[in-house]
């Protein structure tokens, strides 16, 4: 049975966060301070006012949260990423009331969706995707379950996954010679402990890692200094005697506290961690191959500059020949450089490598990029694929216009419209579907006064768009307003277009 982990606040300490809500309440100005304080007044639950406090704060940061969220989304078009389209859905969620903020949420929430699971296909569908990757991708479609075919892309490729991991781990522990290799293998049976015997083999590493890890000295503990018998001597601390300000300069420097060796303790059990995860056998020929390089360096030197006729005449010979031997000594003292350390040590290092190659060939690509685009060449995706992916620009507007839904229809019934603000609700409806059907491309996102702006042509068909929002949002007094005559005269308006 779970328990019930929400810590009880006394009357006294519900009192105090109340108060500072309130005064907080009086001076913030900006949104999200105002989301903000709609959580704690939340977390206060039904103490006092709160939900009343939490919907102030709500409608006082709608209008410019929705503005901001929106524009940013707008301003960002086809680099929003999933992480942009989830925080402006989550922003929006709270505010859901305020317009057509729902709505846009929902687009939003299937924008992120989409990219996320192109995201997640992209990497799993790359043949030379690491382990790793391929995990990433398929939490990422595992955060989309349900959308499309993830279901059973989540078993094909989770599978796949499960079975590379353990193949790894398994092959690290099995080539293992040191407690650091055990123990890598160990957290890499444990990221998969519910697959085949990765569990037990996890706790097989733990224990291999165990017998070989070195056992730590203990450290002799130094006595404490006993204080002094007589009151000649006195304890001294930077030349100068404890609780005496008055010595002289002389009798300060004449008793001089022990140096103290500062060590950095994180620094050196690095270092011998290291050492004792190098293996030392491999270690040895790293050393061998050091010392030829050095003599195939001296005898480069040396073996031109000999009296005698030989040397005179294979001057050039010897010169190619110590040439050659110093690049196969380099190769082999590089192949057991890296035999010698572990295979973390191993990825590490060219990690390292290839994050600094990438930062030298940074400049030089961004040279070639601009000499390119100085003669009209732009490598980037967009212009290489003249702007038709079928992935990148899922929402791109121009292509929607050409391919309207053929589907599309107005689900109501006028039977089942109870009142007038209902039925203008569906003559709307009615109307934006004939207007998409005929070629106008309707963003979800968009109000229905900037859809007048594009749409409305006559003042009767922008009465329509106003009487709608009255039947939308004006509530109860918009309700008494619309009449029978003003239904009446929406469906004849209806009907004039549709011709």
Known sequence: MATDKRVTLSETELNERYTAAVRRF?????????????????????????????????????????????????????????????????????????QDAREVMRVYTVRATVLTYDAAMAILSDSEATTEALGEGVAM??????????????????????ERMYSEALRLMESGHVFSEFEEAAELFEKISEYSDAAQQAAACRKRANKLRPKEKK?????????????????????????????????????????????????????VEVWRSMDKRRMVDFIIWLVLLAADVAAS?????????????????????????????????????LRMLTASMRKKLAQAALRFAKRLA?????????????????????????????????????????KPKKKLKNDLKWVDQTDNAARVRFIFIDYMVR???????????????????????EEDEKNLFAVYEKARYGGQRGLEEITDAVVGELQMVNRRRSQ
């Open 141 to 162: 479609l595992k955060s989309i379950k349900g959308y499309k075919n993830t279901r059973e892309l989540i078993e094909r490729f989770e599978r796949y996954y499960f």
């Open 435 to 457: 207007r998409i059907r005929k070629g106008y491309f309707m963003r979800r996102s968009m109000t229905p006064a900037e859809i007048c702006v594009e749409v409305a042509v």
């Open 301 to 337: 030197m040396i073996l031109p500059n000999l009296e005698g006729e030989y040397f005179g005449a294979n001057q050039n010979s010897i010169r190619v020949a110590t040439v050659l031997a110093a690049a196969v000594i380099l190769a082999m003292g590089f192949r057991a450089f």
């Open 219 to 271: 450290k002799k503990e130094t006595p404490a200094p006993s204080p002094t018998a007589g009151g000649d001597e006195t304890l001294r601390v930077k030349g100068k005697p404890r609780g005496e300000g008055s010595a002289s300069k002389g009798e300060a420097e004449s008793v001089k506290p022990p140096r103290r060796r500062v060590r950095d303790d994180e620094t050196r059990n690095t270092l």
């Open 26 to 98: 009086a001076t913030i100005s900006g949104w999200r301070e105002y989301l903000a304080l709609a959580e704690e007044f939340r977390a206060l639950d039904t103490h006092k006012d709160s939900a009343q406090k939490y919907t102030q704060c709500v409608k006082a940061a709608s209008a410019s949260a929705y503005r901001d969220v929106t524009e940013n989304i707008r301003s960002k078009g086809s680099d929003a990423t999933a992480a942009d389209y989830r925080e402006a859905a989550r922003i929006l969620q709270i505010i859901q009331d305020y």
């Open 362 to 402: 940074a400049p030089v690509v961004k040279l070639i990029t601009k000499l390119l685009l100085s003669i009209g060449i732009d490598l980037s995706r967009r212009n290489r694929l003249g702007g038709r992916d079928e992935r990148t620009f899922v929402f791109d507007d121009a292509e929607r216009v050409k």
